[in-house]
């Protein structure tokens, strides 16, 4: 579907980051006279996320391009229903199938360096007696599985100031998947020792997505903020008259 209305473009981060992770994009886009909006994602939980990404979208006064990093991607998937959503922008993410989960459509491939690398540390939930579980990456293997090919002053800022995901989103099942009806674009980082690089490749292939492969690590908006505002940028043309 298309539109005479300028889109507002929404960025969503993935897990063990946060909205700053798409500090080298926004001026590009804001540069380029799009309109952004980068939310700080919970990320406790897929459904949840996916909850709170949709009510921003929906006061969003016109039409919506969703861009979705990572764990971001699955997000939105599920978010991007929401009647003023007009096309997706994947990057190095999971398109998931209605049904599936993180864990499932992972499982299908060779883990990457992320699987060994990972930490879990308990947190309180309140009014419960049992306690969540965080995931996140260890520190010192930071750069290497999630930010190779970033400024290693930068990575190790990143590295100690990760936004964890909580082990619950990792078996939720999406209870929907908006490409099946909106146009989709995805970047796959094919140096991506993050998620398996055919995670990604399958996920888009599955869904129909128009595809670009960027040689880059998994914070390919740090790393290759261009090839980010670019597919993007084709995202918002194509959806606007």
């Given at each position: 579907?298309?539109t ?7 960025l ?14 926004i ?17 406790r939980s ?5 909850a ?17 990093h990572?764990?971001?991607?699955a997000?939105?998937t599920?978010?991007?229903v929401e ?11 999971y ?10 459509l992972?499982g299908?491939?060779p ?14 939930i ?10 996140s ?6 750069p ?14 990143l ?24 146009p989709?674009w ?5 140096s ?17 997505m ?19 505002v ?5 995202a ?5 008259a």
């Open positions: 579907m298309s005479t209305e300028k889109p507002t473009v929404v969503v981060h993935g897990a063990f980051a946060d909205a700053s992770s798409y500090a080298r994009v001026p590009g886009l804001i540069t380029r006279g799009l309109d952004v909006v980068a939310p700080a994602v919970p990320n897929l459904i949840g996320d996916a709170y990404v949709a009510s921003i979208v929906r006061q969003i006064p016109g039409p919506v391009v969703l861009v979705g990572s764990y971001g991607g997000v939105i599920v978010a991007g009647d003023n959503v007009r096309a997706l922008v994947y990057l190095a993410g398109a998931l199938q209605k049904g599936e989960s993180l864990g499932e992972q299908r491939f883990d990457s360096d992320l699987a060994a690398a990972l930490v879990q540390t308990p947190f309180p309140e009014g419960s007696t049992t306690p969540g579980t965080d995931v990456v260890q520190v010192d293997k930071f290497a599985v999630f930010a190779a090919d970033v400024d290693p002053q930068l990575a190790s800022v590295a100690v100031s990760q936004r964890p995901l909580a082990a619950q989103a990792f078996t939720e099942a999406a209870p929907a998947a908006a490409w099946e009806t909106k989709s995805g970047l796959v980082s094919s991506d020792h993050t998620i398996n690089p055919d995670v990604e490749r399958f996920g888009y292939e599955r869904a129909g128009t595809t670009v492969e960027v040689d880059s690590s998994h914070l390919v908006m740090l790393a290759h903020p261009e090839a980010v670019d597919l993007i940028e084709k918002v043309r194509a959806t606007t």
